[in-house]
Structures are given as C-alpha cells and as structure tokens.
C-alpha cells in the first residue's frame, strides 16, 4: 500500500524546482514498480481497444468499467464489428455503465473512423478530437496510450497527484496551474508508463481517504445515482431494451413511477436518438 509521504514544499506551477520534480517522478515511479495495476487495456497498443476504455473511463469508476470492458470487446473486438452493430446491440452491451450518449459516441466514432480513416484510428491529436466523444484528455490518453505520443493532459488520478505533491495548502487551485507541472515531469520516450504510474499514483492517495482532487477549482461531486433522474433514465432505457414496442405505461410500472414523471424522461431519450417512438410505442433508435 501507498505509504504516507510529506508533500514538497507548496509552490506555483511556475516555481517548483527541477530537484522537486525529479524527487516527483522518482516518488511516482518507486510507487508504480510495487504497487502497479494490472488493466485488461493495459496489455494492448491496439488503438481501437484503447480508445473503448478510455470512452468507457469517462467518468466512471475502473472497477465497474474492468468486466463491461472485456464483455463489450469480445462482443465488438474491432471497429468494423461496431460501426456494423445495431445501436440497440450497442446499448444493450453498455447496459451497466451509465451516461449511455457515450455508447452512442462510441459507435458513430466507429463508423466515422471506417468511413473516412479506412478503419484505422488515426494517431495525430487534432484528428483525434474531431471523433465523436474524444475531448482533450481522451485524446492525449490515446496518443500516449497507443502511439507512444507525449502530450500534457489532466484526469482525476493524474490532478490528485499533483495537487499533493505541489499545492498541499492551496485551495481552488486551476487545471491551467497544474498543467506546466505535467509538461515539465512529462517523459517523452515512455509517457504510457509515466501516465500509468501517475493514474495509479493519485488513485492510492484518493483512496487513503483525503482526496487532493476536492482542492482543485474543477471539482465536481457527482449527485447520487440512487433516485436520480440518471436512474430513471437507465431504467427506462433498459426496459425499451427488453421489450422493444413497449408502451409509456409498461414502462412507467416496469421502472417504478408514474407516467407523467416518465414522459419527460422519454422524450429526452428520443430527442437524444437513443430511442424511437411511433403510435405510442418505444424501440431502440435503428
């Protein structure tokens, strides 16, 4: 286990020392060489496997993300089996994984990158930010990830580390403070392992209870999922999966509410294409 370890001296992203951060990197990676983590992703350079996880990593947590990862790619184990599959096969396999506009994403990037990339996941980061569901961290993850390629992102592991080490009194502090720190500490030969040893870094120190990650400007608590409208959306979605054709009141009694609390929730989902509606029946989108 990671053992406790005093932050260096509080500094501006501008102000650390090239001594606190080679005593940085030094720290992660002793840490990395115990207390590694074994991924099924992180066994493959494949880029279309990578970039599923990473989708799929997307604000949920790995334990949940581990066992729908490995379902979802032997269901799909390339990209011209996605970009072909039914969006109602799609759904039904992220069944579990919540926020299902990622599994909508997931398969347009699919058929995109069949359509006008031949089938292959392209490696530059300005090509790979225009894909359906690839923000700036996805992307960079990708580069590194798959390619080898070095460029400068944030996600909650890698944010918690650097917010220990280097603002250990500072509130709030902004993403454009700490990004210097990744350029600076940044291997460019090997940044998939340093990325990793960084995820699995400030993953130990989120879980010793203290999460650094709350002292960032940009953290957000998410709202429970028990009870939400997220629920019931994830409710109502896998019902019109089990029964395609399905009326709003089978729905209503198969998620536990009334009709009209479920009428704007059914709208939304056809209104978002996960789903379609004719003569007061509900189908996965085609």
């Known amino acids: 286990m990671l053992q406790p370890q005093p932050p260096t001296r509080t500094a501006s992203a501008f102000a650390a020392t090239r001594r606190d951060l080679d005593s940085f990197r030094s720290l992660v990676l002793a840490h990395f060489r115990v207390h590694g983590r074994d991924f099924p992703w992180r066994r493959t350079r494949d880029p279309y496997l990578i970039i599923v996880s990473e989708i799929m990593l997307q604000q949920t947590q790995v334990t949940r993300v581990a066992p729908k990862y490995t379902e979802f790619t032997e269901a799909f184990p390339d990209l011209e089996s996605l970009a072909q599959a039914p969006l109602e096969e799609v759904l039904r396999r992220w069944q579990g994984l919540g926020y299902n506009r990622r599994a909508v994403a997931l398969k347009r990037l699919a058929e995109r990158v069949t359509a006008e990339h031949g089938g292959r996941i392209p490696r530059d980061l300005q090509s790979l930010l225009r894909l359906p569901g690839v923000g700036p961290a996805t992307a960079a993850a990708v580069a590194a990830f798959a390619f080898g390629e070095a460029h400068p992102f944030l996600e909650t ?22 990004l210097p720190l990744v350029e600076a500490t940044l291997d460019r030969t090997d ?24 002292r960032s400007r940009h953290h957000v608590r998410q709202s429970p999922f028990e009870g939400s409208r997220r629920r019931l959306r994830a409710r109502a979605l896998r019902a019109i999966l089990d029964a395609p054709g399905i009326r709003a009141p089978e729905i209503a009694d198969a998620v536990e509410t009334c009709v009209e609390d479920l009428e704007p929730v059914l709208g939304k989902l056809v209104d978002e294409g996960f789903v379609e509606v004719s003569q007061g029946r509900y189908r996965p989108a085609s």
Do not use: C, Q
Not at 199 to 210: C, F, I, P, Q
């Open 157 to 178: 592991n890698i944010r918690a580390a650097y917010l220990h080490h280097f603002f250990a009194d500072r509130e709030r502090v902004a993403d454009a403070e700490l």
């Open 191 to 214: 940044p998939r392992t340093w990325y990793y040893a960084l995820m699995d870094y400030g993953s130990a120190l989120k879980r010793r209870g203290n999460n650094p990650s709350r």
